[in-house]
């Protein structure tokens, strides 16, 4: 366990906003976790790669970031193996090793940026597939009753962006392992119809897994900012979903608005659209904006705040309330401990 004062969180988030914590924590070792100061969620934050955080104060008490490795064939049984993976394993190299050792079953989330601890929390997902199709366990520290707990995926409450972890117990729970259950026999899922033309247009009938894996890599490529390149955190707001009497009503005002069919009858409206519809796109206020390659996604220029890239998110959640009568939630955690 490394322990760090007062350390710089520039480099330990994605959009590259300048903030503060009091005390940085490096967990290397399951162990380390009954060492941990005692975790207050009112002034403490737990950090993997800082890809789906704003920072928009400083973090007055502890950063906790998870560096916890490790990738273990727990089991085999028929067709399917339980794979155990550290929480701080970086997503998208155990994407591409799994597609190695001929496990299938991540090919469409390949390239999500961030570890494995954090895809529970809003049940990664992209491409037509999410975390939830695979996800057989978690293991987490829990701090109200400090004690270990191991969450079979359905008390995981996983829907779509959300989770046990994210909306009904935040704070709660210290992911420190996750247990995936991964087939070998590929079963392609192209529902989605981008990933279809992608793959028809490099002239593939019948893709492998690593087939797909490479399609989605080339797509998000295309279509993402790449925080290396330019300070993001993915989507900024989350698609809404609404009624179906909600959405027949918007959809008459707007019948361009991408929309798609949920669970319950529900409808999940596109958010770029929306956004892109209020003239937004490209919109900067200072070096904070919204991407010019997609709607969705709020950006740094460089010397962007937390604060500033904060005020533009709530400049389009208001335009896109007043054109649209939709609320935007913000999808990333917005770190604000002045609140
Ligand atoms: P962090 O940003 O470090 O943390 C995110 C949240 O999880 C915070 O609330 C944090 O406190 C909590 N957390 C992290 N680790 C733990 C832990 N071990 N225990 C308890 N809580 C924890 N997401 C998608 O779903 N689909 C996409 O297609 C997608 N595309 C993206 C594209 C880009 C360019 C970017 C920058 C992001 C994208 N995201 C996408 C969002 C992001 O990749 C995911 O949310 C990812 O899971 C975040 O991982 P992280 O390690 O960076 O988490
Ligand atoms: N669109 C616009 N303007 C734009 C961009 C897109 O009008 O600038 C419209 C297009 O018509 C397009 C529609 O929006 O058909 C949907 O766009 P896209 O396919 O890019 O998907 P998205 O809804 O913007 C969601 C996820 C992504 C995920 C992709 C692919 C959310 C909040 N976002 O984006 O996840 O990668 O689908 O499955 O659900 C993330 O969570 O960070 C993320 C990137």
Redesign the pocket.
């Known amino acids: 366990m490394k322990v760090r004062e007062r350390p710089s969180l520039k480099a330990l988030n994605s959009f590259g906003v300048p903030a503060r914590a009091g005390l940085l924590v490096t967990l290397e070792r399951e162990e380390d976790v009954l060492e941990l100061p005692f975790f207050d969620p009112r002034r403490d934050l737990v950090l993997g790669d800082g890809t ?1 955080v704003l920072f928009v104060t400083d973090v007055p008490g502890t950063v906790i970031h998870n560096r916890l490795m490790g990738r273990s064939v727990v089991a085999e049984d028929g067709d399917s193996i339980l794979l155990e993976v550290g929480a701080g394993e970086n997503w998208h190299r155990l994407v591409r090793w799994t597609l190695r050792q001929g496990m299938t079953g991540l090919e469409n989330l390949s390239l ?1 940026p961030g570890c494995a601890g954090a895809a529970p929390l ?1 049940n ?5 597939v999410d975390l939830s199709s695979v996800l057989d366990r978690v293991t987490a520290w829990d701090w109200e009753t400090a004690a270990w707990v191991s969450l079979g995926a359905r008390e995981c409450l996983l829907g ?2 959300d989770s046990l972890f994210r909306s009904v117990a935040p704070g709660r729970y210290l992911i420190t392992s996750i247990r995936l259950r991964l087939p070998r026999t590929f079963r392609p899922r192209l529902d ?1 119809a ?1 990933l279809r033309e992608e793959l028809a247009a490099a002239d593939i009938v019948r893709p492998s897994a690593l087939d797909v894996s490479d399609a989605v890599i080339r797509l ?1 490529r295309r ?2 900012p790449d925080p290396a390149a330019i300070g993001n ?3 900024f ?3 809404p979903v609404v009624n179906a009497d909600r959405a027949d009503q918007v959809l008459a005002d707007h019948p361009g608005l ?1 929309s798609w069919p949920v669970a319950d009858g529900a409808v999940k409206l ?4 929306m ?3 209020c003239g937004l ?1 490209g919109h900067r206020l200072g070096d904070a904006g919204v ?1 010019d ?5 709020l950006v740094n220029h460089g010397g962007a705040s937390g604060q500033q890239i904060w005020q533009v998110a709530s400049a389009v959640q208001a335009a896109v309330a007043e054109a649209f009568g939709i609320p935007l939630e913000p ?1 990333p955690r917005v770190v604000d401990f002045s609140r």
Do not use: C, D, M, T
């Open positions: 789906n999500i809003q990664i997902g992209a491409y037509g779509y962006r989605f981008g998000r279509k993402l955190a993915g989507s707001f989350k698609n991408p596109s958010a770029a659209w956004i892109e519809r796109k991407s390659r997609h709607a969705l996604v999808e």
